[in-house]
């Protein structure tokens, strides 16, 4: 069996156990040791962080100090920088300033306020004089008796022979010389029976006779157009022209929508055509009117309501503050001194002029617009900047556009193409509103001073001293002057003329 010895195995026995020992004691001291290493990587890690917080925390202070001396710097640059440079003050006229709409709304709130300081004065003094029943009766004496309304509805007969004698004239049946004659007769009575009618009738207002004149007036100047552009139509016919595709005045760039279509000679002389032209806001006849897309229903509204309103304002403003001023300087200019009379005019220069002011805007602006409006008419320059004007001239060029293009058209370059030198041309432009100015106000008041007419022609020398010594804000200056004194300057020698002839002779 082998030699056995029992000293071996037991010391085997004991190594064998000791190893075991051993193991299970090193097992638990390795997890330790692990345990240990892992707080110990846990730790530096921590401490890492630490360092890097404090690296970080270090590196914002540096850039913050770097910043605020680096703003501390510009600070300073910006404060030994110039601090002045070339300019002109904003009110020069040299600086291009033009934003002066502080300064324009600051002149209407002190023009509300001394207004209405004026007002209420006149509220104190004289009561509530507004009286819707009195404006009735400047259009009727007699409730039976329309004679403005029936003279507005025989002005039908004038254009409807207007008509007649360019039809027969387009088919030959007038000649050039019977046709010149009908037109003179028809625009010649035009001009004088509405006249003769004021002046003879006695139910005939005032107000009513210049209701009637001013509407027989544009008549006339809308039939004379009519005639002169027809001419020049037959004109182009004789000159072997195949037709006449457009207006003469109508740009050629002028556009058209496609749902109308372009008119040609002689098939404008329709009766729709006629009257189109009559209720247009011009004077001017075309072939072909420009016309805009569609009625906009809320700017014809707009237009509405500002033509109700300024009505009302106008008319309240007139019995509340003007019939006073006029009724107290209804004594004789020859009883005053000159502070007196001078006091008189001043009293009544404001509230004239804020009424022309009214007046425009209701007529030119609301009233113009709104018939363009409702008859799709595209031309809505009624007007410019007339408030701008520098000179006389380019004020009576630009207040009133349809007038002014009628002179342009048919008056002014009519004359310089027969010869006639400028300023004579200037002159007979003048020479002709001054009489129509003087028309639309001796007849309706029944006499005939000539204030109105001389007036007018009073524009030609203060044009030329305007146009030679003043300029730019002066020269606006003398226009506003000559608007806001001339014009109460006349209505005052109308009252002093209407009190010494109706009132004196009844006390007489």
Same mark, same amino acid.
């Given at each position: 069996m082998g030699d056995y010895k029992p000293a071996e195995a037991l010391t085997h026995r004991r190594r064998a156990t000791l190893a075991v020992a051993r193991a299970a004691t090193?097992?638990?001291?390795?997890?330790?040791?692990?345990?240990?290493?892992?707080? +110990? $990587?846990?730790?530096d890690i921590s401490f890492e962080n630490e360092h890097n917080k404090h690296d970080h925390s270090l590196e914002i202070s540096r850039n913050k100090t770097k910043n605020d001396k680096k703003k501390r710097r510009n600070d300073i640059s910006d404060m030994l920088s110039n601090c002045h440079k070339t300019q002109e003050s904003l009110l020069s006229s040299a600086s291009g300033y033009k934003n002066y709409r502080g300064v324009l709304n600051w002149c209407v709130v002190m023009l509300v306020l001394s207004n209405a300081r004026l007002f209420l004065e006149n509220l104190l003094r004289y009561g509530v004089l507004v009286d819707p029943v009195q404006v009735v009766s400047l259009f009727l004496n007699d409730p039976y008796s329309w004679?403005?309304?029936? +003279? $507005?509805?025989v002005s039908n007969v004038f254009i409807l022979v207007a008509l007649y004698t360019e039809r027969q004239l387009s088919k030959g049946s007038f000649s050039e010389l019977v046709g010149f004659l009908v037109h003179f007769i028809n625009m010649a009575v035009l001009l004088t029976f509405p006249a003769a009618v004021?002046?003879?009738?006695?139910?005939?207002?005032s107000v009513g006779g210049l209701f009637v004149l001013g509407t027989y007036t544009i008549i006339l100047l809308k039939l004379y157009s009519y005639k002169d552009v027809n001419l020049w139509c037959r004109e182009l016919s004789t000159m072997k022209a195949k037709k006449l595709s457009r207006s003469l005045s109508c740009p050629s760039e002028q556009r058209f929508y496609e749902s109308e279509r372009k008119v040609c000679y002689p098939g404008n002389l329709t009766l729709r055509d006629m009257y189109y032209f009559i209720f247009a806001p011009t004077l001017c006849y075309?072939?072909?009117?420009p016309r805009s897309p569609n009625i906009r229903m809320s700017f014809l509204l707009r237009r509405l309501f500002e033509m109700l309103f300024f009505t009302q304002l106008l008319v309240g403003l007139t019995q509340q503050w003007m019939i006073p001023i006029i009724q107290s300087s209804m004594k004789p200019l020859e009883d005053m001194d000159l502070s007196r009379m001078t006091e008189r005019l001043l009293r009544l220069a404001v509230p004239n002029h804020l009424l022309w002011l009214m007046f425009f805007y209701w007529f030119f602006h609301s009233s113009l617009n709104f018939t363009a409006e409702l008859l799709r008419f595209g031309d809505r320059q009624f007007y410019k900047d007339w408030w701008n004007s520098e000179s006389v001239t380019y004020f009576w060029q630009n207040w009133n556009i349809p007038v002014h293009k009628w002179c342009l058209r048919h008056f002014y370059k009519p004359l310089l193409r027969r010869g006639f030198s400028k300023m004579f041309s200037q002159s007979a432009v003048f020479f002709l509103s001054a009489f129509f100015h003087e028309y639309l106000v001796s007849v309706p008041l029944r006499m005939f001073r000539l204030w109105a007419f001389m007036g007018m022609m009073a524009q030609l020398p203060l044009a030329w001293f305007v146009g030679c010594f003043l300029r730019g804000n002066y020269g606006n200056a003398a226009v506003w002057i000559s608007i806001i004194i001339g014009q109460p300057f006349a209505v005052l020698m109308y009252v002093h003329d209407y009190y010494v002839i109706h009132y004196r002779q009844e006390g007489d």
């Open positions: 090193l097992q638990p001291m390795n997890r330790r040791f692990e345990g240990d290493r892992q707080s +110990l $990587v846990a730790a004679p403005a309304a029936c +003279l $507005v509805i004021v002046l003879l009738v006695p139910s005939m207002t075309e072939l072909n009117f």
